[in-house]
Each structure stands twice: as structure tokens, then as C-alpha cells.
């Protein structure tokens, strides 16, 4: 829950509001499925859009979907795609083709949203002076294991290096790594509640004093490819394809890919140059 922040003499201030342990966000970013940007993301929340996509089976086939796995009686062909989740810009991120190639979509997506979060923070991203921490989570991935088992990649960039680009363990060091970013680097896993921690943990080392700006998130790319389900009686995924929440007809959830990041300050340390996209909120001591 967010409201714009008062100043600490503002007179109408909340009396209970603690300042010394509230967490200013100063930027953000993310892409998500019918949404490449922030902008989009929040008018298809106002205007109740379904950013689901229903695939046909010509679409599943092309992208190499098994037949026999079409031809289920419950197979629902629908999901929270994410477009261009395949693309990079390798070279603004100093990787060469090969290395590029190998390096997983979600270390690729994260590492783009890390920089587009502290351009919308008023950061240049290659010259962040102030200590700042990662904290950001993914899923395991298509990717992932399909280059743990290509013994090409390793004979050409070494076994290590491949897991090194592709595991997920790496996805806060990497935007460390590559950004040049001195401050705590913890890739946090928890299930579905990952980013949540991630935020969390990043408003804790703020108020400890672990660092002075935090970029916190995750992302979750099973696959690039467009890609339906089986439902199984007593799963979490929708028999219909459809996510109904808070509603007497919810079934499930409908699996799906995305990527967010925040950029966090503490709200008495606040930048003033940050001033213009700053929502403070009250943070757990």
C-alpha cells in the first residue's frame, strides 16, 4: 500500500508515522504478459483486460509442443505469455554471442529491468555511487536444463561457466557483476513468495544500515515458448484456463512469465533528485 510522501514538518502527517523506519520506492520497472512496460501493466489493471493468450495448436505445434500432450482431454492451451522474452542486448551488458546465447532468460530479463528500474530512479545505472544491494529470485527453467546437458556448450565455454550463466543462484550477482554495484548480492528463493522476500529483505538491510539503495524483485521464465498445460484434479492450475480470484468459481491459477524490480531508498535519506517518484511505505522493523 502506497500514498506520496509527506515531509517530516508536514502538519497533517500521521503522528504514528515513523519516518526513521519507512522505505521510500524511487523507481521501478518490469515487463508482464500484454504488458511490456509499467504504463501498460497498470492501465490494463484499470481497464480489467485478461492478459491471458489462448494458443491455437498450429501456434503449440510450431513451437514444439508433443502432440500426444495436445490430444489430452485435459489440456488447457493457455498462458501468461510473455512476448520477446528470448531478446538481449548483449552488448550494452559487455556479453559476446556465445556467452549471450547460453546466458538464461530470466538472468537476461532481470539484468534489462535492473537498469531500466534505476534509469526511473534518476540513476545512471554504469555509475551508482551509493552502497547498493541486489535482492531478486527466479524458477527453474527450460533453459537451465536443456544447457546443464549440452556437452557442446560446455566443451566451448566450460562446464562451470554454463552454470554460471545459466543457474538461477546467480541472478543477484550477475546484475551486481555487471552494473558494478558494491553492496549485499543475495539471490532469494521461497516459492511463490520470492519477490515478496526479496523486498522485504532488501527494506531490512536499508534500515540496518546494509546498504543505502536496494533494487529488489524476481522474475519467472519457465520457457520462452508458447506453451499450454495439463490439468491434474487436485493442482493449482485452472481446469478452463481461466484465474477467477476471490470468486466461488475459482479453480486454480493459470501459469504465466513476467519480471519486476523496485528501487528502494530509506525515506529519510531520499535523494532529492529522487523526489518526483518517491511512495513511502511502512516497513516491519
Known amino acids: 500500500m ?3 510522501a509527506r515531509k517530516a514538518d508536514d502538519p497533517d502527517r500521521d503522528p504514528g508515522f515513523d519516518t526513521d523506519s519507512a522505505i521510500a520506492v524511487v523507481g521501478m520497472s518490469g515487463r508482464f504478459p500484454g504488458a511490456p512496460d509499467l504504463a501498460t501493466y497498470w492501465t490494463n489493471l484499470r481497464d480489467g483486460v485478461c492478459s491471458l493468450t489462448d494458443f491455437t495448436e498450429a ?3 510450431a513451437d514444439g509442443a508433443d502432440p500426444a500432450e495436445l490430444s489430452h482431454p485435459a489440456h488447457v492451451p493457455t498462458k501468461g505469455y510473455l512476448a520477446d522474452a528470448d531478446r538481449f542486448d ?3 551488458f559487455g556479453f559476446h554471442r556465445t556467452e549471450a546465447a547460453a546466458l538464461d532468460p530470466q538472468h ?8 531500466a528500474a534505476l534509469e526511473d530512479a534518476g540513476q545512471d545505472p554504469l555509475a551508482v555511487t551509493a552502497r547498493t544491494g541486489v535482492y531478486v529470485g527466479g524458477s527453474p527453467t527450460e533453459h537451465m536444463l536443456a544447457a546443464h546437458t549440452d556437452r557442446a556448450l560446455a566443451a566451448s565455454l566450460g562446464a562451470m561457466q554454463v552454470r554460471i550463466l545459466t543457474d538461477r543462484e546467480f541472478l543477484a550477482p550477475w546484475i551486481s557483476y555487471r552494473l558494478g554495484l558494491e553492496g549485499p548480492s543475495l539471490t532469494v528463493q521461497t516459492a511463490c513468495s520470492t519477490s515478496l522476500t526479496a523486498v522485504h529483505l532488501a527494506a531490512q538491510a536499508l534500515l540496518l544500515g546494509e546498504c543505502d539503495i536496494a533494487l529488489a524483485g524476481g522474475a519467472s521464465v519457465d520457457t520462452v515458448r508458447r506453451q499450454g498445460y495439463v490439468h491434474h484434479e487436485g493442482g493449482i492450475f485452472s481446469p478452463d484456463g481461466h484465474c477467477r480470484p476471490f470468486d466461488g468459481r475459482a479453480g486454480g491459477t493459470v501459469p ?3 519480471v519486476g524490480v523496485v528501487v528502494l531508498r530509506r525515506l529519510s535519506s531520499r535523494s532529492p533528485t529522487a523526489t518526483r517518484s518517491a511512495r513511502s511505505c511502512a516497513a516491519a522493523p
Open 108 to 115: 537476461r530479463l532481470l539484468l534489462e529491468t535492473a537498469w
Open 256 to 258: 504465466g512469465s513476467g
Open 59 to 61: 501456434e503449440l505445434l
Open 2 to 4: 502506497t500514498e506520496p
Open 90 to 92: 548483449a552488448e550494452l
